[in-house]
């Protein structure tokens, strides 16, 4: 079973609007930790955000925030007044302890801002 | 700001060969990570290290092998490259197994 799940390929966004990423994961490990990160057409994989299974807010950093229902088993990173440079792959990502503290990541998600 | 390079970022290589990508992280992390990347797939670990001249199997480490002499550099090897090993590989490093990983900008690897 997948253990990560993106279910949109491809989507497109108005600039300046919020956008939401949807990621669900499926573990029994009951300490985890769920990442997103960015990945622009140069390739690099840049850090996003973090949220770990038992922090009690959702997480923030600057327009990224994290949407996280636990009890959905769902992390959805929302990103709010899109930008031109917000054009990108984006990746859910899970650490797992019980695996090893690898990271698992889902197929990733391909957000084009229009102006 | 923590900097992961990468030896090359395009390679073309004939199939039979032995190919060797480096990785080098210069903030002293002791773990350090191989992906390849494939459309739709994600990302996927081949090896890691937490240490130096310690190895482990990541997802697919058929036809890899993986060498850390020194803390800061962990290389990929493809002891006889097939055309099924052309992919994104990206390394990536951390400081310890909880926090998030830094990558490199990837090498782009074809076989032919």
């Known amino acids: 079973a997948q253990k990560i799940t993106q279910t949109q390929p491809g989507m497109f966004v108005q600039e300046k609007e919020a956008v939401t990423l949807d990621c669900t994961y499926d573990?029994?490990?009951?300490?985890?930790?769920l990442f997103w990160y960015k990945q622009p057409s140069s390739g690099e994989m840049i850090f996003l955000i973090y949220q770990g299974s038992y922090d009690q807010q959702n997480a923030t950093e600057g327009r990224y925030s994290l949407n996280f229902q636990k009890a959905r088993k769902s992390a959805n990173l929302v990103i709010s007044a899109s930008q031109l440079g917000d054009s990108a792959m984006y990746f859910c990502?899970?650490?797992?302890?019980?695996?090893?503290?690898?990271?698992?990541f889902g197929g990733g998600t391909r957000v084009l801002v229009k102006p | 700001d923590v900097k992961v390079t990468q030896s090359s970022r395009y390679l073309v290589k004939r199939t039979g060969e032995k190919v060797f990508l480096e990785c080098v992280q210069d903030?002293?992390?002791?773990?350090m990570f191989w992906y390849r990347q494939d459309p739709g797939l994600g990302l996927r670990l081949i090896y890691f290290?937490?240490?130096?001249?310690?190895?482990e199997k990541g997802d697919i480490p058929e036809g890899y092998s993986v060498s850390r002499e020194k803390k800061e550099r962990f290389s990929l090897i493809l002891e006889s490259a097939s055309t099924n090993q052309t992919s994104m590989y990206l390394c990536?490093?951390?400081?310890?197994?909880?926090?998030?990983?830094?990558f490199g900008p990837g090498t782009r690897l074809t076989v032919l």
């Open positions: 990502a899970m650490r797992e302890p019980l695996s090893g503290n690898k990271l698992t």
């Open positions: 573990t029994s490990d009951p300490s985890y930790g």
């Open positions: 903030m002293d992390h002791e773990n």
């Open positions: 290290s937490y240490d130096v001249k310690m190895k």
């Open positions: 990536a490093s951390s400081i310890g197994g909880y926090n998030e990983q830094f």
